[in-house]
């Protein structure tokens, strides 16, 4: 079946999700040429409610199908962690006094994608038996943990299963400009070119 248009309404999206994740061919990770099984499935910010609830009857059908997925939403796993490493009060005692940009630098610190989510993840990911993993809450930690920099840090962690990032925003992918994950659709600074677009994959 061909791709996505830019004209599919949330049924089309839905079927399509369903059709190519519930696919051998996804399954098996083929047709990738030898890179990680990581995918990007993006669409508009404003439609993010609706896509919560797509995804939760995602997961039913592929489950009714036989496909196990699991989910980690990246904002509950990042407050998971402020609590487990005993300094999510700390966090909302100083917010209201600092800036910003300490904020953002605070955070940024204890919940680095390489010395401490990955990891974390990574255990996760050894407790489960699954055949997908999708990675939701992406819109939600922004700025303090970067989209681009998940992916890259996932590579050695989660090249095992495909892995389907939901993304509210745009993932463009261009000979002269490279590719890059534009969230919301108006941050262009988020340069990654090892996803493959869900919305593109044929089966």
């Known amino acids: 079946m061909a791709r996505l248009s830019k004209t599919a309404t949330a049924k089309d999206r839905f079927d399509h999700l369903l059709r190519v994740i519930a696919s051998d061919r ?38 009714n199908r036989g496909v196990r997925v699991f989910e980690i939403n990246l904002y509950d796993l990042s407050i998971s962690l402020l609590h487990n490493r005993g300094i999510w009060d700390d966090v909302l005692a100083v917010e209201p006094s600092i800036g910003k940009d300490e904020l953002k630098e605070l955070l940024q610190g204890v919940l680095d994608p390489e010395t401490h989510l990955i990891p974390e993840i990574g255990a996760l990911l050894e407790k489960q038996q699954f055949d997908v993993l999708f990675l939701s809450g992406v819109g939600e ?58 919305t593109h994959y044929e089966v």
């Not at 404003?46 to 009857?57: H, P, Y």
């Not at 892995?163 to 941050?187: C, E, N, R």
């Open 26 to 63: 996804f399954l098996k990770k083929q047709g990738l040429g030898n890179e990680v099984p990581f995918f990007i499935c993006p669409y508009p910010a404003e439609e993010a409610q609706g896509m919560e609830t797509l995804r939760a009857s995602l997961v039913k059908q592929l489950e």
């Open 141 to 198: 930690v922004y700025p303090y943990i970067r989209s681009h920099n998940v992916l890259n840090n996932l590579q050695s962690t989660a090249k095992e299963k495909p892995t389907v990032m939901f993304f509210p925003g745009k993932y463009t992918q261009s000979l002269d400009a490279g590719a890059s994950l534009d969230l919301f659709g108006i941050l262009h600074d988020d340069k990654y070119y090892r996803a493959f677009d869900i």
